[in-house]
């Protein structure tokens, strides 16, 4: 039988484990937030010169980060937010240029 000691202390560790957790998710959803307002800004503004693709590229990938950050999925729609930049900055131009041969 365990001592009561030691329940308590797995019970605390176990307790600030998870405050860390939800620290950390805490910020990468509101890194992601960010980005996508951030984005949407820079799309409404009209004051780019992006070519057509890239555009409707990007506007693809926000509104799939959109939707996993409404369903708590933090790491892909930061990764769509990511994406979405590289593709308002010019630095993607094709789908064939993320794949590695």
């Known amino acids: 039988m365990k001592s009561p000691l030691t329940v308590l202390f797995a019970l605390l560790a176990a ?3 998870s405050g860390c957790n939800t620290m950390q998710t805490n910020k990468v959803a ?3 937030e960010q980005g996508i307002e951030s984005l949407n800004l820079h799309l409404s503004s ?3 010169n992006i070519h057509q693709t890239n555009l409707s590229r990007a506007n693809s990938l926000l509104e799939a980060a959109q939707v996993q950050h409404q369903f708590a999925e933090y790491p892909g729609c930061l990764e769509k937010v990511r994406r979405a930049q590289d593709y308002l900055n010019g630095r993607q131009t094709a789908i064939i240029s993320r794949l590695s041969i």
């Open 15 to 17: 307790s600030a484990l």
């Open 30 to 32: 509101s890194a992601c």
């Open 46 to 48: 009209r004051s780019h």
